[in-house]
């Protein structure tokens, strides 16, 4: 019996501190998740190699051949020191999606290139996540003494992409899909300053079905060089955004929220000039072409927006722009920006994803979002409603400022015939203290308003018609 009893009491504790067990097992392994991110100098040696070899590509206009032989860089990094596998399909062949494009530089038709390298799950699955950059650059000549003002030049231009690219190879060497339950596509854009041409070629071919299957895209965007990290996913709120802002501060990663607050640019759309274009600078990479197919987007991207809105882009407030000019260097940047260490906004951005895509909810957040903002991105991209939204807009604020006008103008109309008939009393009282005679009211009354008639003060009453004219 005392044995039962003893088997009993064992059981019931067994069974007791089982719940306390499994919940000791997940802590452990979310620290150790947690522990296996790389450090800081690990990042940046393997970052900086890259920014240093791929910054010797200074032409990377679209379409060019410096942005073709960036893209061989590429694709030879991707397959001599990651474990990622060049994607195969019927548009593209071993990691390279090529296409051809209008573009605004040269005003022809070029050729470019998409580079796409899978990172796959050790688990069965169809699910995966985009991470994306695009990997041309172009500079701009801003010296306004300069024969060649406003002419592209040739550029390190590392925060124009250099930067970028640098980040998101690391990500593919550093990042392991192990214990994912998704596999992580790299996509690297050709002519991405060409009106976002890769990244519109590339989303172009997705179908309905392989949409169902991406959890989110990621873009990295100018993130070397600029006072604060951003995210931006949407124009309204969504479950995604409060969940990447609460890892982000949960894992205390220095990076804000950039929203409807900070819009920093309106301009009438390239494509149409009579439509509405509207657009800011986190709505103005690559992130917008997923975010038309209503995938799930985080646009990271580098400035300083914190006054508010601000004209095009920013890196520093009240510092002339380095991104598109020829300071866009390694030696401008490190010998200027002293106070700056751009490593730390490029490691930043690794953390964020790593800690976004590790955590246990990041799927079915992201998931259970799809379809939240599409009403909102069906009006921003078509072109048409907006044009017929703009001709609205235009013809209601007419209508609106003419009746203001009217009211205005009904208003002082009666103003001045108030103050015209004061005016008259005035005279009328004045006349008849000087006269001290009653008789002489109707006599004064009558030479006021004369006399005012002839100096246009009054209202002119129409004399009547005469009806035998008339008739």
């Not at 061989?72 to 494009?101: C, H, M, P, W």
């Not at 730390?344 to 976004?356: H, I, L, R, S």
Request: charged share 25%.
């Amino acid at each position: 019996m005392k044995k039962i009893v003893k088997y009993l009491i064992f059981i019931l504790v067994f069974a007791i501190s089982l719940p306390f067990a499994f919940c000791g097992n997940v802590a452990h392994a979310s620290a150790d998740a947690s522990s296996s991110i790389v450090s800081l100098s690990t990042f940046t040696n393997t970052a900086f190699k890259v920014l240093n070899d791929y910054s010797a590509f200074k032409n990377r206009l679209p379409g060019s051949d410096g942005e073709k032989q960036a893209s061989e860089y590429i694709r030879k990094y991707l397959k001599d020191n990651t474990s990622l596998v060049a994607k195969n399909t019927a548009y593209v062949k071993d990691g390279i999606q090529e296409f051809s494009f209008d573009s605004k530089i040269s005003g022809i038709y070029e050729k470019s290139q998409n580079i796409i390298f899978t990172l796959e799950s050790s688990k069965e699955t169809s699910k995966k996540i985009i991470i994306g950059c695009h990997y041309d650059s172009l500079a701009i000549n801003m010296d306004q003494n300069s024969e060649n003002y406003g002419d592209y030049i040739d550029s390190e231009s590392i925060n124009g992409s250099a930067g970028n690219v640098a980040t998101v190879l690391s990500m593919a060497k550093l990042l392991s899909a192990d214990n994912l339950d998704f596999d992580i596509e790299f996509v690297f854009f050709g002519a991405g300053e060409s009106n976002n041409a890769g990244s519109s070629y590339y989303t172009s071919g997705i179908s309905k079905d392989d949409r169902k299957n991406i959890i989110a895209m990621i873009n990295v965007n100018q993130v070397a060089v600029g006072k604060q990290l951003y995210f931006y996913m949407n124009e309204v709120s969504t479950k995604p955004e409060k969940f990447v802002e609460d890892v982000a501060y949960g894992k205390k990663i220095d990076i804000e929220l950039i929203n409807t607050a900070h819009l920093n640019k309106s301009m009438l759309g390239e494509n149409n000039a009579l439509g509405l274009g509207y657009n800011h600078v986190a709505l103005d990479s690559d992130n917008i072409n997923f975010m038309k197919e209503d995938i799930p987007t985080i646009n990271i991207f580098a400035g300083d927006y914190s006054d508010g809105v601000i004209i095009g882009r920013q890196e520093f407030a009240g510092e002339d722009l380095i991104t598109y000019t020829a300071n866009d260097n390694i030696e401008y940047i490190l010998n200027n920006l002293t106070d700056y260490a751009m490593e730390d906004n490029m490691y930043q951005v690794f953390k964020t994803v790593y800690y976004t895509i590790t955590d246990a909810d990041f799927i079915e957040v992201f998931e259970d979002s799809k379809g939240e903002t599409k009403w909102f991105y069906a009006i921003f991209t078509s072109e048409n409603l907006a044009f017929y939204l703009t001709v609205v807009s235009f013809i209601i604020f007419i209508i609106v400022a003419m009746y203001i006008y009217y009211k205005l103008s009904i208003k002082a109309y009666h103003a001045n015939i108030e103050v015209e008939f004061l005016s008259s009393v005035v005279k009328i009282s004045d006349q008849l203290d000087k006269s001290g005679k009653d008789e002489n009211v109707a006599k004064i009354v009558s030479q006021v308003i004369a006399n005012d008639i002839k100096k246009d003060k009054t209202i002119k009453v129409k004399p009547p018609k005469d009806d035998k004219k008339d008739k």
